[in-house]
């Protein structure tokens, strides 16, 4: 075996790893980026890496990953955070760069279809465990709460999972709408429903709430857009759903009630919650976005300006870290410049959909209502797992589409 295919094999086996690792354990997906590093730089050597990454340079999804990370790098000339914490917030954005080296490395249909493999089994195996938790405990997991009404997260923070989560019922009800036998498609569509379920009962993130329901009906809506009478079946049958679970979920309803007394009552001279800290950062980041609209406070400048505001140590400890919204997050750290470049980065995906079969359309524009969702209630492109979640799976989603070179952005056959 010559070197350059040892080194084409290992690139794409670590790839894959990292699809398997994220959804279980940050630093084993970071071992495996590391080992997808090497092996492309190896593979600059002995074999395709930087032919596959300059192909891969022509694909939509590249340009504003690459100008917003450009973008970020430039407002560290006007930030007021030292050296540590400008290269903190570096290293957290780096996967923008990495975009172009991910796509060239899956530009072969049967890579993507081990890393989708990878990521479902990983789902698939966090599913089993946070249902099994219900009667079950399990030394190794996050919680430890039988029975249900209770939050039972696997791996992770509530949030990250109920994202993936949502994710994986769209991707369960993809592979339903595909399926090659009705058995198959029973099979994926009960998947679907202990997924979905699993975050409206057996969760304590409203993230996961908010993005399953936005998601399923993006999805829905898409998936029968062109038979009214489906389309109308299957709103009914959303509101219908969505209902019964807000009626029968203690866990749902008394966290959504929570939450709008939360908003209700938010103010600095009362203790610190969830939701009123989001009020209060949210309009703080707003305010000062104010002061220089155009190219923002600078990277990383929010956890050094904010505890000029937050004076109460208690309150500081909590909204000074980041302001739990990736919109206003880089309106306050990049400006409006930077906020339009994230944009037209999400833009990318939802232009290519719109050129995609009615299955895969569903999927992708389904993905992206879990992105505005999670991103409007937190920093998930700043946070660790969530940043592996929505780089990667947007590369993934994007990565099957044609060189301008060759055709004119035809649907890219996504093998999912």
Request: glycine share 4%; aromatic share 12%; with cysteine.
């Amino acid at each position: 075996m010559n070197p350059s295919t040892v080194v084409q094999l290992g690139a794409k086996a670590s790839i894959v790893l990292v699809f398997f690792a994220f959804p279980v354990s940050v630093a084993l997906a970071n071992v495996g980026l590391l080992l997808t590093l090497v092996f492309w730089l190896l593979g600059c050597i002995w074999g395709t890496s930087l032919r596959d990454t300059r192909q891969a340079l022509s694909n939509p999804l590249v340009p504003p990953a690459l100008a917003l990370f450009a973008w970020i790098v430039l407002a560290t000339l006007w930030s007021p955070a030292d050296g540590s914490q400008i290269g903190a917030a570096l290293q957290k954005y780096s996967k923008f760069l990495m975009v172009p080296i991910f796509i060239g490395m899956l530009h072969d249909a049967t890579t993507r279809r081990r890393c989708w493999q990878a990521f479902a089994l990983a789902m698939l195996f966090t599913l089993a465990v946070t249902w099994l938790n219900v009667w079950f405990d399990f030394p190794w997991t996050r919680t430890h709460n039988q029975g249900f009404g209770q939050d039972h997260t696997v791996f992770k923070d509530y949030i990250a999972q109920g994202i993936m989560v949502s994710f994986f019922t769209l991707m369960a009800l993809h592979h339903a709408l595909g399926a090659p036998k009705r058995s198959l498609a029973v099979l994926a569509v009960c998947v679907a429903g202990l997924a979905a379920c699993s975050v409206l009962f057996l969760s304590a993130g409203r993230t996961g709430y908010l993005a399953l329901v936005l998601s399923l009906a993006v999805f829905v809506l898409v998936a029968t857009a062109r038979r009214p009478v489906r389309l109308i079946m299957a709103a009914v049958a959303v509101v219908a759903v969505v209902a019964a679970v807000f009626a029968t979920s203690t866990q749902l309803r008394t966290r959504t009630l929570v939450a709008w007394q939360e908003a209700q009552t938010s103010s600095l001279a009362a203790p610190v919650t969830s939701i009123g800290a989001r009020v209060e950062m949210t309009r703080f980041a707003l305010t000062e976005a104010l002061e220089k609209p155009l190219q923002g406070h600078g990277t990383a400048a929010y956890p050094v300006l904010s505890p000029q505001h937050f004076t109460d140590p208690a309150w500081c400890s909590v909204v000074c870290v980041h302001p739990h919204n990736q919109f206003v997050f880089f309106l306050f750290e990049q400006g409006i410049i930077g906020l339009l470049l994230f944009l037209w980065f999400l833009t990318a995906i939802a232009r290519q959909a719109w050129r995609e079969p009615v299955p895969q359309r569903a999927l992708m524009l389904g993905f992206l209502a879990v992105l505005v969702a999670s991103n409007m209630t937190h920093s998930s492109f700043w946070l660790s797992t969530e940043n592996h979640f929505f780089i990667l799976l947007s590369v993934l989603l994007m990565a099957a589409v044609p060189a301008r070179s060759r055709s004119t952005l035809q649907p890219s056959r996504n093998p999912v």
